[in-house]
């Protein structure tokens, strides 16, 4: 009773500093207009004037690939990170998480069936060497060229039976300094594929720290039985990711000064505190979308030690297409 008594005094005390910082910052500031919100991390407290936040109005298509045909679009995708330099010439760009990951990424696991659909494979071979990465473990990625603002991101894809520890395969937007906002649309975390999970990352200006993240997992039965959509929407208020056209998470980019959501469109004039997780307006996002394997036992990269389960496998890709207002 005593650590209970103490840890929710704590939590009192860093509550009313939270809300002593709005009530002095709203005095400094005033409110400012809906329409030029300043970007979380720089400006954590805002004023703002009654609005309407949510934006309306018709979708149209802005980019998309069906995948048809046996070769892939070079001019619209990347097989590998351009963490260095925008070209392929350093460790990063071909094995991106090590070391917690083991995959080393090629372009030949990459592959289009010729029935619409591009499959990202990860397998088990001989030993693959990447500047200083070894690993016996390879898989693919894509990763597009053009990067995106706020909008509505949509793909309809088939994620690989994971019964263990270590698949992990992922839809999602990125883009670096200094800005270095993540939206995770679609992810299952090295967790057994019935697992959704959704997230949002921020980073501190060279991309190298997590600020801040916003993020769940959810049962959603088995995922790889078949093809399914998954969708964000981001615009100036929510991140709304959904599975087959039902929501399932929502992130707002407002909590009021009791921590609290803000999830309706028209926010009354006051103090509010900005998810520091939450994108900055003017960040422009990469899509990538990718199959690794996640760390293992020491050793396991050069297979020695446990196998990695549910191999070969892949993440088939139907289409992925790009909305905006």
């Not at 990860?122 to 016996?136: C, E, L, Q």
């Not at 600020?211 to 039985?225: F, M, P, Q, R, W």
């Not at 307006?281 to 030690?305: F, R, T, W």
Request: aromatic share 12%.
């Amino acid at each position: 009773m005593v650590v209970k008594a103490t840890h929710a005094k704590h939590a009192l005390h860093r509550q009313a500093a939270l809300l002593v910082g709005a009530i002095i910052a709203w005095a400094a500031v005033g409110p400012c207009a809906a329409q030029v919100l300043a970007d979380p991390v720089k400006h954590p407290v805002v004023g703002i004037l009654q609005d309407d936040f949510c934006e309306r109005g018709p979708w149209h298509l802005v980019f998309e690939d069906e995948f048809n045909g046996d070769t892939l679009n070079t001019d619209t995708w990347l097989r590998y990170y351009p963490y260095c330099n925008n070209n392929d010439e350093c460790l990063a760009s071909r094995t991106h998480g090590l070391p917690d990951e083991q995959q080393i990424f090629m372009d030949e696991n990459v592959v289009l069936t010729g029935e619409g659909t591009v499959k990202l494979i990860a397998k088990k071979g001989p030993i693959t060497n990447w500047y200083s990465a070894r690993s016996v473990y390879t898989s693919g990625m894509l990763h597009s060229r053009l990067q995106f603002n706020r909008g509505r991101f949509e793909c309809r894809c088939k994620v690989p039976l994971s019964t263990s520890h270590y698949l992990w395969p992922a839809f999602w937007l990125f883009g670096g300094g200094p800005v270095c906002s993540e939206i995770d649309i679609l992810e299952i975390l090295w967790d057994r594929s019935t697992a959704y999970h959704h997230s949002l990352h921020r980073y501190n200006d060279n991309c190298d720290g997590n600020h801040a993240s916003d993020e769940k997992t959810h049962d959603l039965g088995e995922l790889s039985d078949d093809f399914h959509v998954y969708r964000a929407g981001w615009d100036k208020w929510f991140v709304n990711c959904y599975s087959g056209g039902v929501l399932i998470y929502r992130s707002c980019r407002f909590v009021d000064l009791l921590n609290q959501p803000v999830s309706t469109c028209v926010v009354p004039s006051g103090a509010y505190m900005q998810n520091q997780a939450f994108p900055a307006q003017d960040a422009y996002l990469s899509i990538i979308l990718d199959l690794a394997i996640h760390k293992g036992p020491p050793g396991q990269s050069l297979g020695i030690g446990p196998e990695v389960s549910n191999l070969p496998c892949a993440l088939e890709i139907d289409y992925v297409r790009v909305y905006q207002r």
